[in-house]
């Protein structure tokens, strides 16, 4: 009988809204593999939501190294590291330690660089702790970036990103550190009313896109839940070509169903009702 892949994520836990762990879990659950939370931060509600003094955030950076200590003390072993939005230095710090302690030679590191969005860095974001990221994400197997993550990572301007074919290609490979890490650039437009993601995959070295359809809203935490099903993909075997277009689509439809549900886009997408695809 198949064991399921251990994967630890890294993640914070949000209560309402679903962005982050509250994604993470359910979507790895449920395409077969284990995943263990390494929390980092625990939120009444996800950052998208009104500022409100009632609003709630738990630092847990003081508890990560003893999480992973016990961890280690357990035996405890890893499949896949991933790890996304993080809000310090200390804890991309704690990260590169745990990757010391728990990297093994097949253990796959999946770094979605949380760092921005349209265009600007988010406020936490200091250029130091861009400059951090970037040092993290040079040590992952496959990065997933957004444009605005991607500009960060290679110093360039985000207005002078490209939107040929193959000045698009010029970038994936150049955020392939020369071929060493796989790379799914997300946010990607070949034409009017699609979009998607392009792809390099450093095992053929070769680049390719998956488009969608493009609803008519903006969802927050939909590059928690794009990454999930990318992984969750890439531990059941699937090459990276596949496993990218079942992300794009899953992510498309979840999308299109919420707008039908008229529930309000700032809550996120509702996947829970398809999660029965990804099994």
């Known amino acids: 009988m198949k064991i399921a892949p251990r994967i630890a994520a890294i993640q914070d836990i949000s209560g309402f809204g679903r962005c982050s762990l509250t994604v993470v879990l359910p979507v790895l659950s449920a395409m077969g593999s284990q995943c263990c939370p390494l929390l980092t931060a625990s939120l009444s509600a996800h950052t998208a939501f009104p500022p409100s003094d009632k609003a709630t955030f738990l630092d847990l950076t003081g508890q990560m190294e003893r999480t992973a200590d016990h961890w280690a003390e357990l035996g405890v072993t890893f499949d896949a590291i991933y790890s996304g939005f993080l809000g310090s230095a200390d804890q991309i710090r704690i990260i590169e330690q745990f990757y010391r302690q728990f990297r093994g030679e097949h253990t796959r590191v999946l770094v979605d660089p949380v760092m921005g969005d349209h265009g600007k ?131 498309q439809r979840c999308a299109a169903h919420t707008l039908a549900a008229g529930t309000p886009p700032v809550e996120g997408v509702q996947f829970e009702p398809l999660l029965k695809e990804l099994v």
Do not use: K
Request: charge should be negative.
């Open 121 to 251: 860095p988010y406020r936490t974001y200091t250029p130091d702790l861009c400059a951090r990221m970037r040092e993290l994400a040079d040590q992952a197997d496959c990065i997933t970036p957004n444009w605005t993550e991607a500009a960060l990572l290679l110093g360039e301007d985000y207005d002078s990103r490209p939107t040929e074919e193959s000045s698009i290609r010029s970038w994936l490979e150049r955020l392939s550190l020369d071929g060493r890490r796989s790379v799914v650039l997300t946010g990607v437009s070949l034409a009017e009313s699609q979009v998607g993601a392009g792809y390099f995959d450093r095992i053929t070295g070769t680049t390719g896109f998956a488009m969608a359809h493009q609803e008519p809203a903006h969802f927050p935490g939909t590059g928690d839940l794009f990454a999930s099903v990318l992984l969750g993909a890439l531990m059941r075997g699937d090459e990276l070509p596949g496993s990218v277009r079942q992300a794009v689509d899953f992510v």
